[in-house]
Nanobody, 118 residues
Framework: QGQPVESGGGLVQAGGSLRLSCVIRRSILSVFTSRLRGWYRQAPGKERELVASIDSGGDIIYADSVKGRFTISRDNARKTVYLQMNSLKPEDTGVYYC?????????WGQGTQVTVSS
């Protein structure tokens, strides 16, 4: 149904910004728009957690820890999901993964590292 490929991670100082991109390869537009698209992250020694997601109806969910700082969006024509991250904190450090698809039928990207220095 599609393979997510992330980009845009890097090293940034606290208070800075990054924008992550996730292009869903090998997906047709109707599939892209009808599936859940989300960003998750995993910090060292911790479980993977939801950061933000947008479903087929356009409903958006954010983790409490990123509300007001992160924004998820999508470009249907490009079959791409973005995560704009502002006011970054050291605790935002981790590997960020893009998820595509509904429960039980999802696919994951390889992840992109985000490191926020204090």
């Amino acid at each position: 149904q599609g393979q997510p490929v992330e980009s845009g991670g890097g090293l940034v100082q606290a208070g800075g910004s990054l924008r992550l991109s996730c292009v869903i390869r090998r997906s047709i537009l109707s599939v892209f728009t009808s599936r859940l698209r989300g960003w998750y992250r995993q910090a060292p020694g911790k479980e993977r957690e939801l950061v933000a997601s947008i479903d087929s109806g356009g409903d958006i969910i954010y983790a409490d820890s990123v509300k007001g700082r992160f924004t998820i969006s999508r470009d249907n024509a490009r079959k791409t999901v973005y995560l704009q991250m502002n006011s970054l904190k050291p605790e935002d450090t981790g590997v960020y993964y893009c998820r595509f698809g509904n429960d039980g039928n999802e696919s994951w990207g390889q992840g992109t590292q985000v490191t926020v220095s204090s």
